[in-house]
């Protein structure tokens, strides 16, 4: 049976950095440049699930998707070349159907950030205001902006509300899940990037460990961007902004942090952010 690595997040909560580690950790630990991430498939892509089905899938309404993309994922992983990694912000469930294929050996890793820290870097990456990213965070039938413009190289990719996408993960396999917080891979990141390299099956060493956590700082993929670009940035703005844990305190407006923890405290108290 293949093996499948999904790296989940909301957008904006630590996907990419995630990426970064892996990546230098598979190298030795060596330092990675940002144009060298770890190859990731994309679950949503367009092409791979018209490939897979024999469809168009823009003919498809989004129930007729639903049930058919784990199909096409499915036939995609145990027929085609071995790609071990991939990466998404779709919630794990959309129109009441888990999208993740079943005849797959799945070890799924989940990124869940503050809430408030989200709004500001997803603020930042679409180019919109604050209040616009936390309606995006509060609405329960948000889809990634991009894909709401007709059809484009992806099928739309439900996210949910912040507290829908972290539940529809939560209600998985426990066995199979491996949950991180952006804080604790900021804050404890020899203790955060062990779990994952044990949950994700690879060979534990010291040495490359903490040769990929030295590399991987923010600091240093902010410094890369700078000086090389980055290819997933979008135009005209930068992708690594800040990266600081709890900087919704000095930046998010109070009127905005309390609509998100109104609409997400119970989840919120949860996950220890509150």
């Not at 580690?21 to 498939?41: E, I």
């Not at 509300?161 to 991180?180: A, M």
């Not at 390299?197 to 240093?220: G, K, M, S």
Request: proline letters at 5%; aromatic letters at 8%; charged letters at 25%.
């Amino acid at each position: 049976m293949k093996q499948a690595w999904w790296l989940a997040s909301y957008p904006k909560s630590g996907n990419t950095w995630l990426r970064w580690f892996l990546s230098s950790y598979l190298a030795d630990g060596s330092a990675v440049g940002l144009d060298d991430l770890l190859p990731t498939g994309n679950p949503a892509a367009r092409q791979l699930i018209d490939r897979h089905l024999g469809i168009d899938s823009a003919d498809l309404s989004r129930e007729e998707l639903a049930q058919l993309h784990p199909i096409a994922l499915q036939r995609a992983i145990t027929s085609g070349p071995d790609q071990r990694c991939w990466k998404t912000h779709a919630a794990a469930v959309d129109g009441g159907v888990c999208w993740l294929p079943q005849a797959v050996d799945n070890r799924l890793v989940l990124i869940v950030r503050d809430p408030r820290d989200v709004a500001l870097s997803y603020a930042a990456f679409a180019g919109v205001d604050q209040q616009t990213a936390v309606s995006w965070l509060n609405d329960s039938g948000h889809r990634l902006p991009l894909y709401d413009r007709g059809i484009g190289p992806d099928v739309p990719v439900y996210t949910g509300s912040w507290s829908e996408h972290l539940r529809s993960w939560l209600g998985l396999e426990s066995e199979k899940l491996l949950v991180l917080r952006y804080e604790d891979l900021h804050d404890s990141p020899h203790q955060a990037f062990t779990r994952l390299v044990r949950h994700l099956r690879l060979e534990p060493c010291e040495h490359r460990l903490a040769r990929a956590i030295e590399a991987t700082r923010f600091e240093q993929a902010a410094a890369l961007e700078s000086t090389h670009g980055f290819a997933e940035a979008p135009a005209g703005r930068r992708f690594f902004v800040a990266g600081r844990v709890g900087r919704w305190r000095d930046e998010l407006a109070p009127e905005l942090a309390d609509r998100l923890l109104q609409a997400h405290g119970q989840t919120m108290r949860k996950m220890g952010y509150c």
